[in-house]
């Protein structure tokens, strides 16, 4: 039985007891410096992309003196390219600058690919007819000086047809010397099945994730595909981006006449891809974008305000301009344009940054390479434009891809858009048909 006797008060044992509850208090709710300041919030992150992400990796990129490569349907400068093996009246359209005065004449040839961008290996007699090899001749001189270009204007298919559908290479060759200067990518579809796409946002609420876009399809097929499950693929694009076309992994074959299909949700597209924009329509300083036009020079001279990431000073809504809105007028000049990056510490890199956009058709180059300037502590780079608005983005260069997300700005919202383009390996053929292409767009937000 305990004793009811209270213990005699003790003034020294109390302030002992007190001191140790005291300290133990800091050592829970104390912190340091760094720990009290606000943390930067992760960067959304992906992993690396293979450095042929944005375009296939059999293109031929093109010298310093061609510039401005444009392909598209029609008329239509934003429109893929992609032809319709049935209609007549459906073609090509194939732009480009030259830099200097004289005109000159190009060789085109033409090539079928695989899916995944191997050559096929049968008969060009099988994929063309009343075709070997045409000439590109002709120019539209500018009225401008330093430097002066030729501008050249090709429409395709003339004078020859297609005959199988499928991926395609155009290849443009020097005619005196029969030097390969560069290639491009375009589609010849038939128009066969019945397909949709449907495109699910992804929201995750891990730490550095961002908004994904995951694609699901549903094809119909004709009635002569045999052995679906081993003949029929299926691949999703991004922004016309070729290159980065990711094929469907998960079949669905429980319905007799169809397939439905999707991508993993660990290989979605980022659902806020994101570009910086590019006016230089009026070549004058506008407080906004362009600090300094330096007409002096050849080429004339354009210096914009710096970029930082995390920042972007157009950050609503707007229109895209990833495959370059060019001024087509013989007035229209080149110019230089410097920009300039600055970098938190936390995402200084050893690794090189490159600038891409349609005036580099997104391949990385070592002319668009930026480079540490010690004076400012930012990368400064520069990119030879005609005279236009484009899309560009900052990137970095790794050992096993490229980071494109890294040095990003901040945008609130966007326009993707994607294609869903549904091949048939032909048995007959050994070579990939494409049966059929659908196009979808889902704003970001």
């Known amino acids: 039985m305990f004793s009811q006797e209270k213990l005699p008060f003790n003034p020294a044992l109390f302030l002992v007891f007190w001191l140790i509850f005291l300290a133990g208090c800091y050592t829970i709710f104390s912190v340091s410096d760094d720990e009290d300041r606000e ?19 059999v293109l031929q990129a093109p010298p310093d003196e061609i510039k401005s490569l444009q392909i598209y349907h029609g008329e239509d400068r934003t429109a893929a390219p992609i032809l319709d093996l049935d209609d007549p009246d459906s073609f090509l359209t194939l732009r480009f600058d030259k830099l200097g005065t004289r ?31 045409t000439e590109i001749s002709g120019s539209t001189a500018s009225n401008v000086q330093n430097p002066a270009y030729q501008h050249y ?11 199988l559908s499928g991926n395609y290479l155009l290849e443009v060759y020097s005619y005196e010397d029969d ?15 019945s397909l949709a796409t449907q495109i699910e946002p992804l929201y995750t609420g891990a730490a550095g994730h961002r908004l994904t876009h995951q694609p699901f399809a549903t094809f119909r ?9 081993t003949n029929i693929k299926i691949y999703f694009t991004q922004n016309q981006f070729w290159g980065r076309s990711r094929k469907a992994t998960v079949p669905d074959f429980t319905e007799v006449d169809r397939i439905r299909t999707y991508i993993p949700r660990e290989h979605s597209f980022p659902g806020q891809y994101e570009f910086r924009e590019l006016d230089v329509r009026i070549l004058q300083p506008d ?19 710096r970029d930082i990431v995390d920042l972007n000073v157009q950050p609503y809504a707007r229109t895209s301009h990833r495959y370059g809105q060019i001024l087509s007028d013989r007035n229209a000049r080149y110019v230089e344009v410097k920009f300039e990056l ?43 434009v005609k005279q236009g608005v484009y899309d560009y983005k900052y990137v970095v260069k790794q050992r096993d891809g490229v980071d494109e997300f890294r040095l990003d700005a901040t945008f609130f919202d966007g326009i993707q858009e994607y294609h869903t383009k549904t091949y048939y390996h032909d048995p007959q053929y050994r070579a990939d048909r494409l049966l059929k292409i659908d196009r979808k767009t889902i704003r970001s937000r």
């Open 39 to 57: 943390p930067r919030t992760p960067r959304p992150r992906a992993e690396p992309t293979a450095l042929h992400e944005f375009q296939p990796a």
């Open 103 to 133: 005109s000159r004449m190009f060789r085109v040839r033409i090539s079928h690919y695989s899916a995944d961008w191997e050559k096929s290996n049968i008969p060009r007699s099988f994929y063309l007819s009343g075709f070997q090899q």
């Open 153 to 163: 204007h090709y429409t395709f298919p003339d004078g020859f047809n297609f005959e």
């Open 179 to 193: 030097r390969l200067l560069f290639s491009l990518p375009f589609f010849v579809t038939e128009d066969q099945g």
């Open 221 to 229: 097929y004709p009635e002569f595909v045999r052995s679906p499950e």
């Open 287 to 305: 407080g906004r974008r362009i600090i300094e036009y330096r007409p002096e020079l050849i080429p004339p001279r354009i210096y914009l305000f």
């Open 342 to 384: 600055e970098l938190p510490e936390d995402l200084q890199t050893e690794n090189p940054i490159y600038i891409i956009g349609p005036f580099n058709n997104w391949k990385l180059q070592e002319s668009n390479r930026m480079h540490f300037d010690s004076e400012t502590g930012n990368y400064q780079g520069t990119a030879v």
